[in-house]
């Protein structure tokens, strides 16, 4: 009888051992957040014959960041399938430690190449959205009306909604929930005239991140050239150049606590 006892007794106890884990898993399921990367599909440098598309590093330094941190990343594009990488933002001198991870990740390089459609996501199903810039953006996430309501509804269930390089000039037609530009009065930053000019694609790009940021309304804040500058007004995170791609990611970590 006593060993029966303390065999239905393990037994007990290893039953509400496992519940517990179960409920520990699920807890921590429950707590994971989910944030939506959104790339561009366009690849196409104006009129120069050359080829565009998002720049690496201001996916891969945001990418690892917030995957190392068990954030569950989704990569989304207008067109889906394969985002373009700009071929710029893979020469040498354009290389950072993410960048040689993602070169090394078949797992990464695999999420670019079969992105989800843009239109077949759901913002109630993120806790934030982050856009990665490059060039391609001006051209189509700029316009896309997908993303600008996307964006828009973002927006209005108060989450966080981060940019980078020349992704804030994603915001161009986005408004905020009085019909304004949703920029208009807040602080801002991104691309700077200054570094589009010493790239040498001032009179390529549809319009400067700068002077559309100004235009409408943004409180625009730059550093020097290629330093990290990043702006947080609220949910709107903004950052100035690929050197700010990781920090825009922290910050987009921290609104998410």
């Given at each position: ?71 569950k990343i989704t990569v989304a594009s207008p067109k889906g399938g ?15 430690e993410a960048t040689k991870r993602f070169n090394k990740d078949k ?57 980078v390089c020349h992704a804030p000039g994603i915001l161009k037609d ?84």
């Amino acid at each position: 009888m006593k060993y029966s006892y303390l065999i239905v007794l393990a037994l007990s106890l290893s039953s509400l051992t496992a519940n517990s884990q179960q409920i520990n898993s699920k807890q921590q399921n429950n707590d994971q957040k989910n944030v939506l990367f959104v790339l561009t599909s366009h690849d196409e440098l104006g009129d120069t014959g050359e080829k565009t598309g998002f720049w690496i590093e201001e996916f891969a330094a945001p990418y690892y960041n917030l995957l190392d941190k068990g954030v569950k990343i989704t990569v989304a594009s207008p067109k889906g399938g394969k985002a373009p990488i700009d071929p710029r933002s893979k020469a040498e001198a354009s290389q950072t430690e993410a960048t040689k991870r993602f070169n090394k990740d078949k797992s990464a390089q695999e999420i670019i190449n079969t992105t989800v459609k843009l239109e077949e996501v759901e913002a109630e199903d993120f806790d934030a959205v982050f856009y990665p810039g490059g060039h391609g953006p001006l051209w189509d996430l700029a316009e896309d009306k997908t993303s600008i309501a996307l964006i828009e509804t973002f927006n209005k269930q108060e989450k966080p909604i981060a940019f980078v390089c020349h992704a804030p000039g994603i915001l161009k037609d986005v408004k905020n929930a009085e019909g304004e530009p949703l920029v208009k009065g807040k602080n801002v930053t991104g691309f700077t005239n200054t570094e589009e000019e010493a790239v040498q694609l001032t009179n390529v790009v549809p319009f400067l991140v700068e002077d559309m940021l100004k235009e409408n309304g943004g409180i625009f804040s730059k550093a020097a050239n290629w330093n990290v500058h990043v702006v947080k007004d609220g949910n709107l995170i903004t950052g100035q150049n690929p050197a700010s791609s990781n920090k825009v990611a922290e910050t987009l970590y921290e609104s998410l606590k």
